[in-house]
C-alpha cells in the first residue's frame, strides 16, 4: 500500500480537484449544484474557508482555499462536505453508481472518488496559473468554447473584481492544454 503525505500548512492556499465516482457525469444537474451549495454552506459556517475560486464541471470540481491562520485541516472539510452532499443527494432522489463490494463492506456511496488532489500553492505566479487553469477548463474539456460561457464557476465574479477581461480565455493557452493537474 502507498502512504501518501499530504501537505499541511496552517493558513496556507489550496487548489484542490474532487472527481465523482467512475467520472459520472452529474454534478451540473439542477439537484447536484442545490446539494452541493447546500453541504459547502454547512462546513464553511462549521468549519470556515475562504473560496478564492471554483469550477463546477459535469464530473469534478476544481477549487482554490484559502484556510483560517493556524487551520490546515482542509481533509475534514471535504470529508464532511462529501459526506452531506451524499446524504442530500441520495435523500432528494438523487442515484448513485453500483457499489462494488469494499464499499458494499464499508456502507460507502458510490458517488465521489475516494479522494481527492490537493496542491499547496506556493506564490502569487502559482496562484495565478491555478486560478487560469481552474476557470479555462470548460474550453478545455470542450463543455464551452469560451470561458464566458460557462456558467458554473468564479470566472464572472473575477470579471467584476477586474482580475480578468469578459474575453479572457478566447485565445487558446498552450500551456493551459499542457498544464500537468494530477488530480484531473
Not at 18 to 35: G, M, N, P, Q, Y
Not at 39 to 65: N, S, T, Y
Not at 133 to 141: F, G, I, M
Request: proline content about 3%.
Amino acid at each position: 500500500m502507498s502512504w501518501y503525505r499530504r501537505a499541511n500548512r496552517p493558513g496556507g492556499t489550496y487548489f484542490f480537484t474532487v472527481i465523482t465516482h467512475e467520472r459520472k457525469r452529474f454534478l451540473t444537474s439542477d439537484l447536484a449544484r442545490k446539494c452541493l451549495k447546500k453541504a459547502f454552506e454547512k462546513i464553511r459556517d462549521k468549519r470556515p474557508f475562504q473560496m478564492e475560486g471554483f469550477c463546477l464541471l459535469p464530473d469534478h470540481l476544481h477549487c482554490i482555499w484559502v484556510l483560517p491562520e493556524n487551520d490546515k485541516d482542509f481533509s475534514v472539510r471535504w470529508g464532511g462536505i462529501k459526506s452531506l452532499f451524499t446524504f442530500y443527494y441520495r435523500d432528494q432522489g438523487g442515484r448513485e453508481d453500483l457499489r462494488n463490494k469494499s464499499r458494499e463492506r464499508s456502507g460507502e456511496a458510490a458517488i465521489w472518488q475516494r479522494r481527492f488532489w490537493e496542491h499547496l500553492i506556493r506564490d502569487q505566479e502559482d496562484f495565478a496559473k491555478h486560478m487560469d487553469y481552474l476557470h479555462y477548463n470548460p474550453v478545455k474539456h470542450r463543455l464551452v468554447c469560451r470561458v464566458a460561457d460557462w456558467q458554473w464557476s468564479t470566472f464572472h465574479h473575477c470579471v467584476k473584481e477586474g482580475y480578468y477581461k469578459q474575453d479572457w480565455g478566447n485565445q487558446k493557452f498552450n500551456w493551459i492544454e499542457q498544464f500537468q493537474c494530477v488530480g484531473e
